[in-house]
């Protein structure tokens, strides 16, 4: 149980955010906005990425449980390999970071925990690891849920990074909608080069049975700071296995999973 809560709080969560009180929604800022194309990649990714870090911590939960941890754990990172994907945990050696226990993930399924005794991070590894805390050092003022989760990418249009961080639930019948954050991050991972805000304000959408099969038959929002869905709408697309409904500049926009389509109305 200890280990279980330690991996769920520290790793997943990605940080707890102090108590808040949301009085209001800030002014729209328009975000920076992306081709219908790149939302839809950039969404998949933030789905493969995030199933890999909680099946790779489930994964270690069960391999160390009931063993206390041997040294703390500071956090992740997701690697690409081709196909299939590694999920590294993090320990810190005073200053230095060094990877503790790989899981290698295929089609969202753990394989076996390998311990790591005398590895090290590469310049490239330890450069993710730094632009996620550095995103996490920079949260706007809009914070929807007490915890974050974090995904952290390659950006396929610079030597930088993408960093996102996510509003959290721990309730299966409720979409939260609102309260992510997007961070460009410079290559070292040191430097916030911009941070958009996906939404304008805090969105938990329940999930409600209608239908004759007893099953939801979507979601539909508005969106007022962009013109178009963003990547974490074809996330919670893909995540809840729900079409989003997407209404942004007098259009709507039909979001299941990574395909999206304007509607005609």
């Keep these: 149980m200890r280990i279980a809560a330690l991996l769920a709080a520290t790793l997943l969560a990605g940080f707890a955010a102090p108590a808040f009180a949301q009085e209001r929604a800030p002014t729209p800022v328009r975000i920076e906005e992306w081709s219908t194309d790149k939302v839809g990649e950039m969404g998949k990714a933030i789905y493969r990425h995030d199933v890999a870090a909680w099946v790779a911590t489930d994964a270690l939960v069960d391999h160390l449980a009931p063993a206390p941890l041997a040294a703390p754990l500071v956090g992740w990172i997701v690697v690409d390999q081709g196909p299939d994907l590694l999920v590294?945990?993090?320990?810190?050696?005073?200053?230095?970071?060094?990877?503790?226990?790989?899981?290698?993930?295929?089609?969202?399924?753990?394989?076996?925990?390998?311990?790591?005794?005398?590895?090290?991070?590469?310049?490239?590894?330890?450069?993710?690891?730094?632009?996620?805390?550095?995103?996490?050092?920079?949260?706007?003022?809009?914070?929807?849920?007490?915890?974050?989760?974090?995904?952290?990418?390659?950006?396929?249009?610079?030597?930088?990074?993408?960093?996102?961080?996510?509003?959290?639930?721990?309730?299966?019948?409720?979409?939260?909608?609102?309260?992510?954050?997007?961070?460009?991050?410079?290559?070292?991972?040191?430097?916030?080069?911009?941070?958009?805000?996906?939404?304008?304000?805090?969105?938990?959408?329940?999930?409600?049975?209608?239908g004759s099969t007893g099953q939801p038959a979507g979601l539909a929002i508005s969106q007022i700071v962009s013109d178009g869905p963003v990547e974490t709408h074809v996330f919670l697309s893909l995540q809840n296995r729900l079409p989003i409904y997407v209404m942004a500049a007098n259009q709507v926009f039909e979001v299941n999973g990574a395909d999206i389509r304007k509607v005609e109305r």
């Design 88 to 210: 590294r945990f993090i320990r810190r050696d005073g200053d230095a970071l060094y990877p503790a226990y790989d899981i290698p993930v295929h089609e969202g399924v753990a394989g076996a925990v390998v311990t790591v005794e005398n590895g090290t991070l590469s310049p490239t590894e330890t450069a993710a690891f730094l632009a996620r805390q550095t995103a996490i050092n920079n949260i706007g003022r809009l914070r929807c849920s007490a915890q974050l989760n974090t995904v952290v990418l390659d950006d396929p249009d610079s030597d930088g990074w993408l960093v996102w961080l996510l509003t959290s639930t721990t309730d299966a019948n409720i979409v939260p909608m609102g309260g992510h954050y997007r961070f460009r991050i410079s290559g070292d991972g040191s430097t916030v080069l911009r941070r958009d805000m996906l939404s304008n304000s805090c969105i938990n959408m329940p999930i409600q049975q209608a």
